[in-house]
């Protein structure tokens, strides 16, 4: 079983791995699409990495296929803090009428200088060479209003291509890419991390463009949380991004690198092989040490998703950030190591 099974495979059993919780924990539900990426499916996996966890909040973890259903769940009450792509954050600002929306951390972002971009890959035989060339064939991104759904339409718009009218673009799940570029049934995937570094999909295609090429650097995922939920349970609330960064930092870390693979290999149930040469260095997606995204791009991206026509109105990414926790938060971790 490669990559194909990540999703299915994941199985968490935190009720197994915390501690036993002292009375009156926040309860925590945490939403997720990909694994290493996102890297929240592994820090409840070892005891130490998070020590709030069980105490002050009780995490439950939630997988989705892509961010636009996290957005939709915490839009009705579901989940209490998501990680949403730039876009389907702007969007429950506008669609969802989630004016209460708060950009409190980093997850990743793509397209850091010296770090990993997506690559958005077509078939060795297809004889596909240019973006041009796409005219007329089908293209696979994961959902509609997506960040990588955004990259793609930004590149085809670059070249003169648009949905419907010049290609088809359908929405197929990340694990099932592979599969569909394989058998002809799509011309062009988005290969995120994990998926673009499997051997069977490298043996077979190549990346026609990558996310950087498209869009730049991108603000690629952010967790959110709405400010009622935070300002209620604030306390709680930095406890938890205290053991979020703290989780960052050792799994970037070269010190501790067999163990952050093998914590992948256990959430995963993939050989190490896998993900030895790429995950958690600089081949990786970038992860800042004190969970600040950047918002200058995070900017740049929203702008473009109003460009394609995602957004009706232009929005200020200022007004819906509070990185007060995330910095309080590092702040006690750097306090706690020294």
């Known amino acids: 079983m490669r990559f194909g099974g990540i999703a299915a495979a994941i199985i968490l059993s935190l009720s197994a791995i915390l501690p036993a919780a002292a009375e009156g924990p926040v309860r925590l539900r945490v939403g997720w699409v990909v694994v290493p990426a996102d890297i929240m499916p592994l820090i409840y996996r070892k005891p130490g990495i998070a020590p709030h966890a069980g105490k002050s909040y009780a995490p439950e973890l939630t997988h989705f296929t892509g961010t636009p259903t996290e957005m939709q769940a915490l839009a009705t009450g579901d989940l209490d803090v998501a990680a949403l792509a730039y876009s389907t954050f702007a969007l429950g600002v506008e669609n969802a009428a989630m004016d209460d929306l708060r950009v409190i951390a980093d997850v990743f972002q793509d397209g850091v200088p010296g770090y990993h971009t997506n690559g958005m890959m077509v078939r060795n035989d297809s004889g596909i060479k240019t973006v041009e060339e796409l005219k007329g064939k089908i293209v696979a991104t994961n959902q509609t209003g997506s960040a990588v759904d955004v990259a793609v339409r930004a590149m085809l718009s670059k070249h003169g291509l648009q949905d419907k009218r010049d290609v088809t673009m359908i929405e197929v799940r990340f694990p099932d890419m592979m599969a569909m570029l394989g058998e002809k049934k799509v011309d062009l995937i988005t290969a995120v991390a994990p998926f673009g570094f499997d051997p069977a999909l490298t043996a077979f295609a190549h990346p026609l463009f990558t996310q950087e090429e498209a869009v730049g650097r991108t603000q690629m995922i952010v967790l959110v949380a ?14 938890f991004l205290q053991d979020y960064i703290g989780a960052t930092r050792f799994l970037d ?65 200022g007004k819906y950030t509070d990185l007060s926790l995330a910095k309080e938060a590092a702040k006690r971790l750097t306090a706690a190591n020294h």
């Not at 709405?226 to 406890?239: L, S, T, Y």
């Not at 092989?273 to 995070?298: C, H, I, M, S």
């Open 226 to 239: 709405r400010q009622g939920f935070i300002d209620k349970n604030r306390e709680a609330m930095v406890d």
């Open 253 to 317: 870390d070269p010190a501790n690198r067999d163990q952050a693979v093998q914590l992948v290999v256990d959430a995963t149930k993939q050989p190490a092989e896998l993900f030895r040469d790429w995950v958690f260095t600089k081949q990786d997606y970038y992860r800042d040490p004190d969970g600040l995204p950047n918002l200058e791009a995070l900017q740049a991206n929203v702008d473009l998703a109003q460009k394609l026509g995602f957004l009706r109105t232009k929005l200020d990414v």
